[in-house]
């Protein structure tokens, strides 16, 4: 169980083993209202960016999922930092700003190549399942739906990665069935793209970092896995839940 004394002393690590610049993100998506988790998060990535006099820290809003996007959910993220009083040193000053020059939809083809490359890796399968009868499978993706005898590129089907026995987010998707690459995928190819060195992120995303880091090996993107990965505890509500977004409950880091 991570706790918070724990993270700080990894923290305090991660500072001392510094050996040049860092460069870190902060990555929330517009598809609810940021909340006093995601502050604290974001103010441990300004933090350690600026324990070094020319580390760096970078704004990359997640916005693949346009149906739960919303304008007042963009704006909201701009308003946090002004109130947090933290200034990235890259990307989008204003709402403007980013649709013109930073949403991940200008970012396409760069994911579009990672997918070809899994694919022609041979690592990827078809999966044709509805929403509803994976639901009905469980948490666990059986290994023996990797043949369903589809092509990736029959109509309507999501595309899936073959993972090794008893990884923690099994045959997880990385296109959906509409086209659009999914998180897992996008998350890595930003990270590279954009040189990042350190990712703080909420224990919760544990097994994203692990689904990232194979999608890196088996792409070969060597930079990504050198990433230094810092997961803090999750602050709780009153009923010891974790906080999420007040719309949307998205995605963040």
Excluded at 57 to 75: G, S
Excluded at 82 to 109: K, T
Excluded at 218 to 234: R, S, Y
Aim: a neutral charge; glycine letters at 8%; one cysteine or more.
């Amino acid at each position: 169980m991570l706790n918070f004394a724990h993270f700080e002393a990894e923290f305090q690590a991660a500072v001392a083993q510094l050996a040049g610049p860092p460069r870190l993100r902060l990555a929330p998506t517009p598809s609810g209202y940021l909340h006093a988790g995601n502050q604290l998060n974001f103010r441990w990535n300004a933090q350690l960016a600026r324990a070094h006099p020319q580390g760096r820290l970078l704004l990359r809003i997640d916005d693949l999922d346009q149906a739960r996007k919303r304008p007042e959910y963009l704006q909201n993220i701009f308003d946090t930092l002004q109130i947090l009083g933290i200034a990235p040193d890259e990307g989008p000053g204003d709402p403007v700003d980013f649709e013109q020059n930073w949403s991940q939809r200008l970012r396409l083809p760069l994911y579009h190549a990672a997918l070809e490359q899994l694919r022609a890796g041979g690592h990827l399968f078809a999966c044709g399942l509805s929403r509803t009868e994976l639901a009905a499978l469980g948490s666990r993706y059986p290994p023996n739906l990797r043949d369903q005898g589809l092509s990736l590129d029959a109509p309507d089907v999501s595309w899936r990665i073959k993972t090794p026995p008893d990884f923690p987010l099994p045959d997880f998707i990385v296109r959906r069935r509409d086209g659009i690459p999914a998180y897992q995928l996008a998350s890595v190819v930003d990270d590279v793209h954009f040189r990042i060195t350190h990712v703080i992120r909420g224990a919760d995303l544990l097994d994203s970092t692990r689904a990232q880091q194979y999608l890196a090996q088996c792409l070969g993107a060597t930079d990504f896995q050198q990433i230094v990965f810092l997961h803090h505890p999750l602050l709780l509500d009153e009923a010891g839940q974790k906080l999420s977004k007040s719309a949307g409950n998205g995605r963040s880091a």
